[in-house]
């Protein structure tokens, strides 16, 4: 039987637990780019001690949610047309030879299907879902398809740049909501299931239009922004 989620919180470390209440805010939008993560404040917040604060940090920077700048400390990495490519090249490489590999053995893309499915549902609710529940969805939609290629290797390695990829999305929070999420994911979903290459055509399209394009256009928006600010 699967642990609830008390369950899982109470086994977690101190470090994991401070982590993750700063993940959730981190993927729902709450800390801007720039912002810095105070060892002192943390301790202070959190009731703990600076080495679980240190630990914690640690973690987020393996995750890719901060990074950690001499002097500075850990704070939000802003948005860059580097960052970008690093991230969707990745997810590119690691998606398209699952998604080869899971038609090659004809898998089935059920799962996917599901979670396709919950995302339109949240596009039905009349509370619209917070940002970081959709890109949850959103991202269980994309790790099922690499999962349909049953490497388990392939499998871990795309879990690992899963929360840097949502903390990236946040960025086009203005462009979509789950309407526009839900009907780009059908498509998606409807293509992959045609196969051959309709099928990783469908899958070039969603990360490199609706995803990598997307980003660069917030990408442009923030650096034009900032010019006029600057004027």
């Not at 090659?104 to 529940?133: C, I, K, M, Y």
């Amino acid at each position: 039987m699967a642990a609830s989620s008390a369950e899982r919180i109470a086994t977690q470390s101190a470090p994991e637990r401070v982590a993750g209440v700063l993940r959730d805010e981190l993927l729902d939008g709450a800390h801007p780019v720039g912002s810095r993560f105070r060892e002192e404040d943390l301790a202070k917040r959190f009731d703990v001690g600076r080495h679980t604060v240190r630990s914690a940090l640690r973690l987020l920077v393996e995750r890719g949610l901060v990074v950690h700048e001499r002097n500075r400390g850990a704070v939000v990495a802003p948005l860059s047309r580097r960052r970008i490519d690093e991230v969707f090249d990745y997810r590119k490489v690691l998606e398209l030879g699952a998604l080869d590999m899971a038609l090659a053995r004809n898998a089935d893309f059920g799962q996917a299907l599901r979670e396709v499915r919950r995302l339109e549902a949240l596009a039905r609710r009349t509370h619209g879902p917070s940002w970081r529940e959709l890109t949850g969805v959103h991202s269980a939609i994309h790790r099922a398809i690499v999962a349909a290629a049953g490497n388990q290797h392939l499998l871990d390695s795309y879990q690992r740049c899963e929360d840097e990829v949502r903390l990236l999305l946040t960025f086009i929070r203005p462009d979509f909501d789950a309407a526009r999420l839900a009907v780009v994911h059908r498509e998606l979903i409807d293509k992959l299931a045609l196969g051959g290459q309709v099928a990783t055509e469908a899958l070039i399209a969603d990360i490199d239009g609706a995803g990598r394009a997307a980003l660069l256009t917030a990408l442009r928006r923030a650096e034009e922004s900032a010019r006029l600010i600057g004027r």
